[in-house]
Each structure stands twice: as structure tokens, then as C-alpha cells.
Nanobody, 123 residues
Framework: QVQLVESGGGLVQAGGSLRLSCAAS????????MGWFRQNPGKERDFVAV????????DYADSVKGRFTISKDNAKNTVYLQMVSLKPEDTAVYYC????????????????WGQGTQVTVSS
């Protein structure tokens, strides 16, 4: 079991940047593949980014490639999502996830979720 707490969301203008953080509890953090997903009201939760247990392998949704960067610090039990060149369509609640598993090409699911943090990008 792992508990996840996101922070760093907020309101930003288009073209701006934000960095989301996700603090995880539990001594098994380094054994989990971690990721970020996002969701808007009435829509499905979409995959954004994933990082391997050791941090050497990452994958991104096509919509964020080249703009978002996922990283993790196992010593701090924290995973980050650096977002630059933000667009209004990036507006969503962003969820940190643990034990992320691939279910297909660029498709993922997760077993553990944080409570989410709102990101709003104004035009």
C-alpha cells in the first residue's frame, strides 16, 4: 500500500510552466513504476507520463511529448512532472499514480492514486 499526495497545481497563462510534485509514503516507493494521469469532468482519466522504478525509462502521451518531463527521486519518495509550454487543452485535474502497468501501446492503468491537483491554463 502506498499513499500519494500531489501538489503544485494552479492557474497559469498559456505558454507558462508548472511543476507538479507527488510525495509518496511507504518504504516500497522505489519498487513502483510511477505515473501521471489527467481528467476533466465527464471524461475518462487519460495517461500523461510514466517512469520506471529506477527512473531510466519514461513514456509520454503524444499530446505532451516534448513539453512535459517526468522524473523521480527515490531518496525523497517523490515523483515530479515538469510542464512547459502549457496550452489551454492541458487544463485538467492531474493525478499521481503508483504501480502503473502497461495495457497496450501508450496505454496504462494504475493501482494507487492520489487525490489530484487542479491545473488550469488560461488563453
Amino acid at each position: 500500500q502506498v499513499q500519494l499526495v500531489e501538489s503544485g497545481g494552479g492557474l497559469v497563462q498559456a505558454g507558462g510552466s508548472l511543476r507538479l510534485s507527488c510525495a509518496a509514503s511507504g518504504r516500497t516507493f522505489s519498487s513502483y513504476t510511477m505515473g501521471w494521469f489527467r481528467q476533466n469532468p465527464g471524461k475518462e482519466r487519460d495517461f500523461v507520463a510514466v517512469i520506471s522504478r529506477g527512473g531510466s525509462t519514461t513514456d509520454y502521451a503524444d499530446s505532451v511529448k516534448g513539453r512535459f518531463t517526468i522524473s523521480k527521486d527515490n531518496a525523497k519518495n517523490t515523483v515530479y512532472l515538469q510542464m512547459v509550454s502549457l496550452k489551454p487543452e492541458d487544463t485538467a485535474v492531474y493525478y499521481c499514480a503508483a504501480k502503473v502497468l502497461a495495457t497496450g501501446s501508450n496505454r496504462y492503468r494504475a493501482d494507487y492514486w492520489g487525490q489530484g491537483t487542479q491545473v488550469t491554463v488560461s488563453s
